[in-house]
């Protein structure tokens, strides 16, 4: 089973729709989470944190559920520049290595 | 603030050369980096943690002899793909934390790539 798994879409919407990404992870250890974006040939970016109590940033709104090892991200109003992949990061379990596991990602593809 | 630079953005090499790939930390002094490999289509996987002033930590199935990593400065870790063969043509992308970011953050801040592809 890999430690990071999320359904690697494509996703294909319309403009100003709502998109939701889900993401499981199996370490029960793991401390800290995050939603990366990636473009095409780029490096992945900071999209946002995820906190236990869930945290919204403008359009976006990342869920944590740490019983499920569960973790969402639902995009509001989807606009053309969302496109892209969105990467699924959990920290590799409780030692203080910062070392990072990424899932997959999700590719989404929003249509005029 | 937190930039990553990477040098060379792109590099063609043939089959049995050795490439050196550089992760530079502009603003911030990095005690720990981190070395990617990231396929068509597929997420980042972590290849080795880069220490300053120690070895590096390879994760399981990386060849430490193949892949050589330094680590000399807190702004400056290399790699360097040993011997390289076409199966080796992939994008590198290399991370870094701040040192004096909190020990509980596990914020890395990313390079841009290095695209590598052997003839």
């Known amino acids: 089973r890999k430690e990071v798994e999320q359904d690697p879409g494509p996703f294909n919407v319309p403009e100003g729709a709502t998109v939701a990404f889900n993401c499981t992870y199996s370490?029960?250890?793991?401390?800290?989470f995050f939603w990366y974006r990636q473009d095409c040939r780029k490096e992945p970016k900071l999209l946002m944190s995820v906190y236990s109590s869930g945290n919204e940033d403008g359009r976006f709104t990342a869920q944590l559920n740490r019983a499920s090892q569960y973790i969402s991200l639902l995009i509001r109003d989807s606009k053309l520049s969302d496109s892209a992949t969105y990467l699924c990061?959990?920290?590799?379990?409780?030692?203080?290595?910062?070392?990072?596991?990424f899932g997959q990602g999700t590719t989404l593809q929003v249509k005029p | 603030g937190a930039v990553v630079s990477q040098h060379p953005s792109w590099v063609i090499c043939k089959s049995g050369t050795s490439v050196k790939i550089e992760c530079r930390s502009l603003d911030f002094q990095a005690t720990t980096m981190f070395w990617y490999r990231q396929f068509p289509k597929q997420s980042l996987m972590l290849m080795a943690t880069s220490n300053e002033g120690s070895k590096a930590t390879y994760e399981q199935g990386v060849e430490k002899d193949k892949f050589l990593i330094n680590h000399a400065s807190l702004t400056l870790s290399t790699l360097t793909v040993t011997s390289a063969h076409p199966e080796d043509s992939s994008f590198y992308i290399c991370?870094?934390?701040?040192?004096?970011?909190?020990?509980?953050?596990?914020?890395?801040?990313f390079g841009p790539g290095t695209r590598l592809t052997v003839t």
């Open positions: 990061v959990v920290n590799g379990g409780s030692s203080n290595t910062g070392k990072l596991i």
């Open positions: 370490n029960s250890a793991s401390q800290s």
């Open positions: 991370s870094a934390r701040d040192a004096l970011g909190r020990a509980s953050s596990y914020e890395q801040y």
